[in-house]
C-alpha cells in the first residue's frame, strides 16, 4: 500500500519495506518525509504481523539528507528559520531513534549515495546491505554546516579515527571503504541489491519475534554500559528469556528436531 507518495509501503509474509519516494529531489528528508517515516516506523513497530523492517529507496540514490532547498527557503521567516530547524531536526532525531527502539530488526537497502541524515540513516539501522557502486558521505563541513546529528549514529557505529575523518572531510567513500569501518555489513552487486536484502531479511523473519525484540533492546542498552554493568543487566535479560514461552518451544523443538512454533509478540 501507499503511506503518501512519498514514501512507499509494501508486504511480503512478515517482512516490510519502505521505499522512500523522492527520486528528484534524491530522496532527500523534507520535515513532511520525516513525519511519514516516524509514522511508519512506529506503526509497524506494534503490527505483529511484521517481523522485520527493510528501508530502502527508489531513484538514482539512496538518500542526500535533509532537504537544503527546504531549509534555505525557510531564512526568509521573521525569525530566520529557527522554529522550522529547531522542528526538522527534532523530527529528525525521533525518526532515528524510533528505528534504533524498534522492537522489529530494521535493514538498510543502500545503492547510489547515502550522505549526511542519509548516512545517518544507514548508521541507524540495524544492518545494512549496499551495492558495489554505493557512496557514503557526512559532507556537511563543505557547505559549513558540520554534520552533528549524524555524528550520533555514526560515532556509535564506526570506530572514532574513521568518523572523525568522514566528518572533519566531508570526503565520499567506497562501499569496501564503508564495510572495512563497520558501516555496513554486505557488499552486492546492483542487480541483486533487492534479492540479497529480502533474503537476508526473510531469514531473520524467521526467528521467534519475542526474542528478536528482546534481543535488539538488550544489544543497544548494554553498549553504552560499562563491562560490569552489561553483564549484570544482560544476565538479568537471559534469564527473563529463558522463563519466556519461545524459549521453552525453541529448545524443546531444537531437541526433537522439529520445527519451531513461535508466538506472536506480547501486547500486539
Not at 46 to 53: A, E, Q, T
Not at 118 to 131: E, N, P, R
Not at 151 to 168: I, Y
Not at 183 to 200: K, Q
Request: glycine share 6%.
Amino acid at each position: 500500500m501507499d503511506t503518501t507518495e512519498m514514501l512507499l509501503e509494501t508486504h511480503v509474509g512478515s517482512v516490510a519495506k519502505l521505499t522512500m519516494n523522492r527520486p528528484g529531489a534524491r530522496n532527500s528528508l523534507s520535515l513532511e518525509m520525516l513525519e511519514c517515516m516516524f509514522r511508519a516506523i512506529q506503526d509497524l513497530s506494534v503490527n505483529s504481523n511484521i517481523h522485520v523492517i527493510i528501508l530502502a529507496a527508489n531513484g538514482p540514490g539512496f538518500c542526500a539528507g535533509h532537504d537544503l532547498k527546504e531549509l534555505k527557503m525557510m531564512r526568509t521567516q521573521p525569525d530566520k528559520g529557527r522554529t522550522f530547524y529547531e522542528e526538522t531536526m527534532d523530527k529528525c532525531a525521533r525518526l532515528m531513534q524510533a528505528i534504533v527502539t524498534c522492537p522489529k530488526p530494521v535493514i538498510a537497502q543502500v545503492h547510489g549515495i547515502a550522505t549526511a541524515a542519509g548516512c545517518q540513516l544507514v548508521a541507524s539501522c540495524d544492518l545494512a546491505i549496499a551495492t558495489d557502486t554505493a557512496r557514503f558521505a557526512t559532507p556537511g563541513v563543505n557547505i559549513g554546516l558540520f554534520c552533528s546529528t549524524p555524528m550520533v549514529a555514526l560515532s556509535r557505529n564506526v570506530g572514532r579515527k574513521s568518523s572523525m575523518k568522514m566528518l572533519l572531510t566531508g570526503d565520499l567513500i567506497s562501499a569496501d571503504e564503508a564495510r572495512a569501518i563497520g558501516l555496513i555489513n554486505d557488499i552486492v552487486p546492483e542487480n541483486r541489491l533487492a534479492v540479497e536484502t529480502e533474503a537476508l531479511a526473510q531469514q531473520i523473519a524467521g526467528k521467534a519475534p519475542t526474542t528478536l525484540k528482546i534481543g535488539k533492546e538488550a544489544f543497544y542498552k548494554q553498549i553504552e554500559m560499562t563491562l560490569s554493568e552489561a553483564y549484570h543487566y544482560t544476565s538479568e535479560v537471559m534469564v527473563t528469556n529463558m522463563l519466556e514461552s519461545d524459549a521453552e518451544e525453541g529448545i524443546a523443538a531444537f531437541i526433537e528436531k522439529r520445527t519451531p512454533n513461535w508466538q506472536p509478540l506480547k501486547g500486539e
